[in-house]
């Protein structure tokens, strides 16, 4: 395509990898990291000893988006579509289905303030970035360049409070057994491979929701049979 010519000229001793042209799209993760997004869309995984990933360039979606726009309509990057997440007071997140569009240097206190009666909080890039926490009412300027979603909330929740999952799978990709955790949360705990499981606490530790797989993963162990 016009497009990859134009990239080749850039940088001719590039190799491209093609994840999206021509597959159909089975998978929306609007909130994960470029990483578990291909892992999931392509079903192999780029955590093998043969992937090189320290020189890898991932463009997603919104990327081209941009790249598109300033390279053949010649508009410059002065704003980006923000995911938008509402946490409650039990600790689950709520994502707002709406995206925003925020331009570079904007006050989010002009921003925020028609939901200042109801939250009193907020943060950027919470579920991989954490930063710090803000009041609803700040002088805050939006860097396009640094944030891509807020969380507004009415309560800052306790660093160690164990939340609702949700469904990162986070858990899964890290595991170094395969033993799909996230499986623990299903009907009877079916896909969880409690025998491969080796306890070795990466899935708690990973877990953006604090979630304490442990106590769980040793439950099922004394309650199933065939762990070896």
Excluded: M
Excluded at 14 to 36: C, N, T, V, W
Excluded at 124 to 129: E, R, T
Aim: charged share 25%; proline share 4%.
């Amino acid at each position: 395509s016009l497009f990859k010519e134009n990239l080749l000229l850039i940088a001719p001793q590039a190799r491209f990898e093609d994840y999206i042209s021509g597959k159909e799209l089975r998978f929306q993760y609007p909130a994960s990291s470029p990483r578990y997004f291909l892992y999931r869309y392509t079903d192999s995984t780029l955590l093998d000893e043969k992937t090189v990933l320290e020189n890898t360039l991932f463009l997603g979606a919104e990327t081209l988006y941009h790249v598109l726009r300033s390279l053949y309509l010649n508009i410059p990057f002065v704003e980006r579509h923000v995911s938008f997440f509402i946490q409650e007071s039990s600790g689950q997140i709520q994502s707002i289905n709406q995206k925003c569009s925020l331009k570079n240097g904007w006050n989010l206190k002009e921003f925020l303030h028609q939901f200042k009666e109801n939250f009193s909080y907020f943060t950027l890039n919470s579920f991989y970035h954490p930063t710090e926490i803000f009041k609803v009412g700040e002088e805050f300027r939006f860097d396009i360049y640094s944030h891509n979603s807020f969380i507004i909330c009415q309560d800052i929740q306790e660093k160690n409070f164990e939340k609702v999952c949700i469904d990162c799978d986070d858990c899964t990709l890290l595991c170094p057994v395969h033993a799909n955790p996230r499986g623990i949360f299903d009907k009877q705990a079916s896909s969880f491979q409690h025998t491969t499981c080796i306890e070795c606490g990466i899935c708690s530790f990973i877990c953006p929701a604090h979630i304490d797989f442990s106590e769980r993963i040793s439950k099922i162990k004394k309650e199933k049979p065939g762990v070896g």
